[in-house]
């Protein structure tokens, strides 16, 4: 009996020692403005020559989110495709939930994906401030409202914007290869391609 008692202890102590296998649950979210029919996370081989789809889902008034449970031997670039909107993501074992609306995007849960979100923010604000002053400067012209003082002042403002953006570039080459690799591949036509 005691024989008994003392393996059935170390069976229940072996059970709870064991450590969750690890892996990544993604949860993807729609926002109610985002007009899409379907779903898909898709992940890119490492060369990115070809996507792997990971999941799928028929999106309906009632049901606006897709949750995805795997493994991952090594983070990937990924991405979220719903509609006419392609979101990228890092793919790797955590937590990540993914939030998406006609004009926001919302990246939580991994440090890879804080990393990448932290830079993908700060790129779209150097570029929201790029569209600002081209649109400022379209419509001074229009009104024949630009000197040559004025438009020195809007070269410098534009020049600042290209000179932010590379150095954002080469904050993130420092960063994790796959977030340098996440930028390159999602906005290479305006940085140069991360060093191997």
Not at 20 to 33: K, S, V
Not at 152 to 173: G, I, M, N, P
Request: aromatic share 8%; glycine share 6%.
């Amino acid at each position: 009996m005691k024989a008994l008692i003392t393996l059935i202890v170390a069976v229940v102590l072996a059970a709870c020692g064991k450590q969750a296998e690890p892996g990544y649950r993604i949860t993807c979210t729609l926002g109610d403005d985002v007009k899409a029919d379907s779903m898909a996370i898709y992940a890119y081989s490492e060369d990115y020559r070809a996507s792997r789809l990971l999941g799928s889902h028929k999106v309906s008034a009632h049901s606006r989110s897709l949750t995805l449970e795997g493994t991952t031997d090594e983070p990937a670039v990924a991405f979220v495709r719903a509609g006419n909107r392609t979101t990228y993501f890092i793919l790797e074992n955590g937590n990540i939930d993914i939030t998406i609306g006609s004009n926001t995007v919302g990246l939580r849960g991994t440090q890879l994906n804080a990393d990448y979100y932290k830079v993908f923010a700060e790129r779209c604000g150097i570029m929201n401030l790029r569209k600002s002053l081209r649109k400022k400067y379209d419509a001074m012209v229009a009104g024949g409202e630009i000197t040559d003082s004025v438009d020195r002042q809007f070269e410098a403002a534009y020049k600042h914007t290209v000179d932010s953006l590379r150095r954002l570039h080469t904050r993130a080459s420092h960063l994790h290869p796959v977030v340098a690799k996440a930028m390159w591949y999602q906005y290479s036509h305006d940085l140069p391609a991360p060093q191997p």
